[in-house]
């Protein structure tokens, strides 16, 4: 039998509860939506597929966005023109596996390596360094914004900022100005705003976390088996099996950081010097 614990650390210890509405504020029941944004193709199972993997197996409504297109990942000069293909079709099986329905799962399709360079929203002019086009525009802001506004998520999954891959790094900034994008009126071809901004959460690949993870997901061995098999789609990468060594000895366990989005609030400033003045002020 399959078991899922949420785990939420405090400072007054940890609480853990089979339900995820037990763990995670603001539950909206049947119209909790889950969205995992992933660099690469393989980054959410790696990262936080079992996250992922107690999402679906909750009932939660889940999708999945990859954002760029897997054509630097070739490990022979044979794969260079074919790799992108065989990536996009290793992903699916690999969604599939997990038990993400086909069309939960978006290709942003942008290149691989270069995320830096394809930054913001800009008009189309049929260039080839274009990129990926939606209403006639470009750019990994448009793309973002339209998969926010598609998928309307309530609780957001990034990889962390403190991410030593650049395209890890870039995918969390321009998800938080798309983000501030999706829900307001700007750029309506893209489709009505948002409701809300989403509960953001980082997951970890290659570095560690800004402060602690406050959430752990444990799994149960045949989920635990599901996330394996589904690395193991990744047939292309000739590492894979020191990627599934790393995997099966950090276990079952997968942690998560509950993130904000901080928008600026003067009043938290004038608070501060607020409470500085009553220590004392000096006029000069």
């Not at 995918?171 to 750029?187: D, L, R, V």
């Not at 060594?245 to 004038?270: L, T």
């Amino acid at each position: 039998m399959s078991v899922i614990t949420f785990n939420r650390r405090s400072t007054t210890g940890v609480l853990a509860s089979s339900n995820p509405a037990d763990i995670f504020p603001n539950w909206q029941g049947a119209n909790e939506r889950w969205l995992f944004l992933s660099p690469h193709d393989d980054d959410i199972i790696c990262g936080c597929g079992l996250t992922f993997i107690a999402a679906l197996e909750s009932g939660i409504t889940t999708f999945a966005g990859v954002v760029t297109n897997g054509k630097m990942g070739y490990c022979t000069p044979e794969e260079r023109t074919t790799i992108a293909d065989t990536r996009k079709q290793e992903c699916t099986d690999s969604f599939t596996t997990l038990g993400l329905p086909k069309d939960r799962l978006y290709f942003l399709g942008f290149d691989d390596g270069s995320l830096n360079r394809q930054g913001g929203r800009r008009f189309a002019t049929g260039a080839p360094d274009d990129g990926p086009v939606i209403e006639n525009a470009t750019g990994l802001q448009n793309s973002l914004v339209w998969l926010l506004r598609q998928t309307r998520p309530n609780r957001l999954f990034v990889p962390t900022f403190t991410d030593l891959h650049p395209d890890h790094k870039f995918t969390n900034s321009e998800a938080m100005i798309s983000i501030f994008h999706a829900q307001g009126s700007i750029w309506p071809e893209l489709g009505e705003p948002i409701p809300e901004i989403p509960a953001i959460y980082e997951y970890a690949a290659y570095s560690n976390f800004l402060t602690p993870p406050t959430l752990k997901i444990t799994v149960s061995e045949d989920l635990f088996e599901r996330k394996i098999n589904g690395i193991l789609q990744y047939k292309s990468q000739k590492q894979i099996d020191l990627t599934i060594k790393i995997q099966r000895e950090n276990g079952v366990d997968e942690f998560i950081r509950e993130a904000e989005f901080d928008v600026f609030d003067p009043k938290i400033c004038k608070a501060l010097f607020a409470e500085a003045e009553k220590i004392g002020k000096t006029t000069l």
